[in-house]
């Protein structure tokens, strides 16, 4: 059975850092790409960044809203994503999911996903 | 501001048929697939149509996707009160180098 499953989330001063962790387990982790999502209490969804595979080089690309300031990661010894927040701000305040991507020819979509953490902003 | 816009609501009575649209541009529905997911309050998302109109294994054949130049549709039949949740839709774009979301679509049986 595929799961994934977010942990790291917790409360954080403005300014401050956190670091989440996706862990997978059920599939070949080394072989998929990995992207995070987040929702705010009451909003919709926004895409947050992905981490492609070895293969694609570990290419990451992320929304301009956290680029600079977040990094994702990958340890495949571990099945194990990350997500590096930095220079956090009250408007990062969300649940944060994982998701796997799987690409059947050109069209790509996120088929299993965590059930989320929540990281609050606050002072 | 949603870069794929949807209306904010929709409804519908048990057994009706009811669409949700979603508008994009060339750099995303125009020139991607679009996939849409489902979420009930307090859970993650699930896929629901991917490849713009293809179901994954176990979502009932009640749910079909459509694509037309930059728009596509979510269509619901035979209407369920166990289909009342968010509904989203979702496309790679190609100059933002990222998924873009529509702002998502309450649906409500009545």
């Known amino acids: 059975e595929v799961q994934l499953v977010e942990s790291g989330g917790g409360l954080v001063q403005p300014g401050g850092s956190l670091k989440l962790s996706c862990a997978a387990s059920?599939?070949?982790?080394?072989?998929?790409?990995v992207h995070w999502v987040r929702q705010a209490s009451g909003k919709g969804l926004e895409w947050v960044g992905r981490?492609?595979?070895?293969?694609?080089?570990?290419?990451?690309a992320y929304a301009a809203s956290v680029k600079g300031r977040f990094t994702i990661s990958r340890d495949d010894s571990k099945n194990t994503a990350y997500l590096q927040m930095n220079s956090l701000k009250t408007e990062d305040t969300a649940v944060y999911y994982c998701?796997?991507?799987?690409?059947?020819?050109?069209?790509?979509?996120?088929?299993?996903w965590g059930q989320g953490t929540l990281v609050t902003v606050s002072s | 501001q949603s870069v794929l816009t949807q209306p904010p609501s929709a409804s519908g009575t048990p057994g009706q048929r009811v669409t949700i649209s979603c508008s994009g541009s060339?750099?995303?529905?125009?020139?991607?697939?679009v996939n849409w997911y489902q979420q009930f309050p307090g859970t993650a998302p699930k896929l629901l149509i991917y490849?713009?109109?293809q179901r994954p294994s176990g979502v009932p054949d009640r749910f079909s996707g459509s694509k037309s130049g930059t728009s596509a549709s979510l269509a619901i039949s035979g209407l369920q009160s166990e289909d009342e949740a968010d509904y989203y839709c979702?496309?790679?774009?190609?100059?933002?180098?990222?998924?873009?979301f529509g702002g998502g679509t309450k649906l409500t049986v009545l």
């Open positions: 998701s796997r991507r799987d690409c059947s020819g050109n069209s790509c979509y996120s088929a299993y």
């Open positions: 059920g599939f070949t982790f080394s072989g998929s790409a």
């Open positions: 981490i492609r595979n070895k293969a694609n080089n570990y290419a990451t």
């Open positions: 060339s750099s995303n529905i125009g020139s991607n697939t």
């Open positions: 490849s713009n109109n």
């Open positions: 979702a496309a790679w774009d190609d100059s933002l180098n990222g998924v873009v």
